[in-house]
């Protein structure tokens, strides 16, 4: 069976869902091989959970300073990689620096790329929703690799445990892969909260939630749900929220089970971040907000009544 | 310090976008085309550079006829000269092919830095900046909330997903930006009449040294099968907040097992 190269996200010592999702994704079109980058002996704690979904291989891409350069040394490897190996396919999630590795292997590799990828099929042909949800496209690559990049919680992720065999793979950083040298890693916010484009939940806050104090309304009922806080364009361009929150046209694409917007008026900037979340919840006291159009459920009211009082609900049920 | 600053032409976000039935690609019939709001802060960020380190700034920009009204705009902030890349054998070009004539066009003028938009509005694959990096084979330095200058020496803060990376390269280098970077000038009048008389360069394929047969829908790495433009999106219910508001949304995620 066709072999199928898997990029892995990984943070703190732990496979990110979003590889989970991919190794699931890959299992459809061939037999899953996991990628890992790191320092020495990171690919071999993570192979467990690798192999719990499926991982048949884990190609362990070690180095001490491998993630000190920019993009281009995994780059380099997985180039290697595609052109030895000639995967049917690669799947990277659809994170900024891995999109950014992923063009630059198709492009060196004379590969196809697809980029935000919702759905596989197993003969490779891509899903993709356009233009802030509003079209959708089904797209396939013509040459012998796919590379392509995935929405996170785009597929749930399914275990399918498999023997997984740990393969070294040879590293060695020429002067072209560490033109783009790391100095600085700087964490802002780093919060308890699941990761923004990851999650399952977000609840968001916008131009109605009035002030950065506020916020503690949103944030309260993200906890109540175990969900990332994000915000409209509005909400981070006042000074409420961090930029990195910005759900939207112009910020982070979310695509969650669950979207609760509260405040927000759903312009299109903000409607092309989250439109494929799969159940979208509206507050909005505005009944003839834009949000409404594309809301499963929503409720026109004053957002400082209908949240607290729902947070009290959950913690009521949960009780 | 010579800066290439990339700009693109997308539909309006504002309006309803589409493809084209015929061949599956970007439908710019009777849409109103701007500028790539994103793009804005690399001009922005460009003449900054200009004004600190000296130099020029060329705009480049591909697409059809109609792009040299987005050149003008760009060139009326004060941006020095165009580039048109024009050719009706680059229609459909995927991304891959794009770079390819963006690089080769970037090969006919001298230049240190090569500054973008983190993406376009209407594509929205945010992978330009690499692959120039890639084919050009300098140093990538994308997503900056922050750049300086030092001699050859570039330094800026990469946006991530929880702060940021400072990140270091020697120049040439391929940069974008975030809009977070800056606050983008507006034309002056003064600006705008200026602007009439700036060279303008159009390039086409050939002048590319590029095959007609490697750019296009034709020669594309990926191809999109199938269209559907239909929103599957059922409309919801919508209530009014009877003081039971909160209340209705628990019994709604309960009775979808949301929680």
Redesign the interface.
Known sequence: MAEVLVLVEHARGAVKKVTLELLTAARSLGVPGAVVFGPPGTAAALADRLAEYGAVAVHAAEADDIDDY???PK?DVLAAMVTDRAPTALLVAS??ES??????V???TG??????AVGLDADR?ATQS??????????????GTAVITMRPNSVDAVPAPAGVELHPVPVSLSD?AR????????????SSRP???EAS?VVSGGRGVGSAANFAVIEQLADA?GAAVGASRAATDAGWYP??AQVG??G??VSP??Y?AAGISGA??HR?GM?TSK?????NKD?EAPI???????????LF??????????AR?AG | MNTVVLVKQVPDTWAERSLSSADKTLNREGVDAVINELDEYAVEEALRLKEAHGGTVTVLSMGPARVTETIRKVLSMGVDAGIHVTDDALHGSDAIQTARAIAAALGTVGWDLVLTGVESTDARMSVLPALLAELLGVAQLSRARAVTVDGQVVRIERSTDDGYQVVEATLPAVLSVVEKINEPRYPSFKGIMQAKSKPVTTLGVADLGLAAGEVGLAAAYSQVTEVDQRLDRQVGQVVKDEGDGGVKIADYLVARKLV
Do not use: K, W, Y
């Open positions: 920019l993009v281009a780059v994170t900024a999109r950014e590795v992923a063009a630059r198709a492009v060196r590969n196809g790329l697809i980029t935000d042909t356009i233009f802030g949800g509003a079209v959708t496209v089904r797209s396939t690559v013509r040459t072209e033109r783009s040298r790391i100095v600085e890693r700087v964490e802002e916010a780093r990761e923004l484009a939940v749900l930029h990195s046209q112009t982070v694409t089970q669950l609760i299109i900037q092309a439109q159940t979208i919840i509206a507050i009944p409404f159009e594309i809301a499963d459920f929503g409720v026109v009211g004053d009544a209908v949240v607290p009082q729902l947070v009290e609900e959950l049920r």
